[in-house]
Each structure stands twice: as structure tokens, then as C-alpha cells.
């Protein structure tokens, strides 16, 4: 094992007071805020984005999907959604930290969760779409795993780049 610097430290430190919590009925609004505060700082929010930020049960939930949130100092600052796309593979979508709370390791802790939590549920396959644009988010993806792959047809029109990680 390697020695740990004082910057592993502190960052091993941020990760244990981030809180994943599962959806529940009264997350729904934060959800829908955080990923509307990022998708409009770089994008134009569309139309299957408001359909799934307004209606989170129907079209994520109730198809065999999870959302998981990041509670940090007891506010919801992150989500990750997982869409079910077969037997075997979810589609990590809606993945969002607050602009504030950046910085913190709640991006890589949620993606380890909501990679955890797929593994969990069955899948052995996890897939993304994304924009390049957002340099830290592909970053972070790659940390995970993710590997990029040939886009396919999307119903997003700010997606240019799809990955996946084998679990």
C-alpha cells in the first residue's frame, strides 16, 4: 500500500461525511434542482429531460431504475440516476453536484455508489452519455472505469460522447 500524502487524507476525509441515501418521494424536488442548476449553465434542458426531472417515479423508479442522492452536512448536494435498460445493464444518468459543493468528492462517491448499487441489483454493465464540454464529469468517468465507445442514436441533442464500464 502506498504512504498517504496529506491531500489522500483530507480526501478520504470529505468522502466519509458524504451520506448516500436512496430515493424517496420527498427528494424529488432536489432531483429535479440540481440537475436543472447544471444542464442550464452549459445546455438547453429538453424536452425528455423534463420528463424524466418532473416525473422521476414514472420513468425511472417504476422501471426497475434507483436514484441515489448525497447528502452532505445534511443537504442533498449530489444525485446519479440508474435507468434499466436490460436484465444485465443500466444506462447512469441525471448525475448532478451542486456548483457549491464541488470539490468535495461527492462526484467520485456517488459514482462508486451508484456503481456499487448496480452491481447489487444484477447488472454487469453500466453506459453514459455525456458531452466533452464537461471536462471534469469525463474525467471523473474515466477514474470509474468508463471507457469510451461508439455513439449511437440518442434523444439528447448535447450528447457527443458515450461510455461504458463492465462490472
Given at each position: 500500500?502506498?504512504?498517504?500524502?496529506?491531500?489522500?487524507?483530507?480526501?478520504?476525509?470529505?468522502?466519509?461525511?458524504?451520506?448516500?441515501?436512496?430515493?424517496?418521494?420527498?427528494?424529488?424536488?432536489d432531483?429535479?434542482?440540481?440537475?436543472?442548476?447544471?444542464?442550464?449553465?452549459?445546455?438547453?434542458?429538453?424536452?425528455?429531460?423534463?420528463?424524466?426531472?418532473?416525473?422521476?417515479?414514472?420513468?425511472?423508479?417504476?422501471?426497475?431504475?434507483?436514484?441515489?442522492?448525497?447528502?452532505?452536512?445534511n443537504?442533498?448536494?449530489?444525485?446519479?440516476?440508474?435507468?434499466?435498460?436490460?436484465?444485465?445493464?443500466?444506462?447512469?444518468a441525471?448525475?448532478?453536484?451542486?456548483?457549491?459543493?464541488?470539490?468535495?468528492?461527492?462526484?467520485?462517491?456517488?459514482?462508486?455508489?451508484?456503481?456499487?448499487?448496480?452491481?447489487?441489483?444484477?447488472?454487469?454493465?453500466?453506459?453514459?452519455?455525456?458531452?466533452?464540454?464537461?471536462?471534469?464529469?469525463?474525467?471523473?468517468?474515466?477514474?470509474?472505469?468508463?471507457?469510451?465507445?461508439?455513439?449511437?442514436?440518442?434523444?439528447?441533442?448535447?450528447?457527443?460522447?458515450?461510455?461504458?464500464v463492465w462490472?
Amino acid at each position: 500500500m502506498k504512504n498517504l500524502t496529506t491531500k489522500d487524507i483530507k480526501t478520504y476525509s470529505e468522502m466519509e461525511k458524504v451520506n448516500i441515501l436512496e430515493y424517496a418521494p420527498e427528494y424529488a424536488g432536489d432531483f429535479k434542482r440540481l440537475n436543472i442548476e447544471w444542464i442550464e449553465k452549459y445546455f438547453i434542458v429538453e424536452e425528455h429531460d423534463l420528463e424524466q426531472l418532473n416525473n422521476p417515479e414514472e420513468y425511472i423508479i417504476s422501471r426497475g431504475g434507483y436514484i441515489l442522492f448525497a447528502q452532505y452536512n445534511n443537504k442533498i448536494v449530489g444525485v446519479c440516476a440508474l435507468i434499466r435498460t436490460n436484465d444485465t445493464s443500466f444506462e447512469m444518468a441525471k448525475m448532478a453536484v451542486s456548483s457549491d459543493a464541488q470539490g468535495k468528492q461527492i462526484g467520485t462517491t456517488l459514482g462508486i455508489a451508484t456503481l456499487h448499487k448496480a452491481k447489487a441489483e444484477g447488472a454487469n454493465h453500466v453506459w453514459l452519455e455525456s458531452n466533452r464540454i464537461l471536462e471534469p464529469a469525463i474525467h471523473l468517468y474515466k477514474k470509474l472505469g468508463f471507457v469510451e465507445i461508439p455513439m449511437a442514436e440518442t434523444p439528447y441533442a448535447r450528447a457527443d460522447i458515450k461510455m461504458e464500464v463492465w462490472i
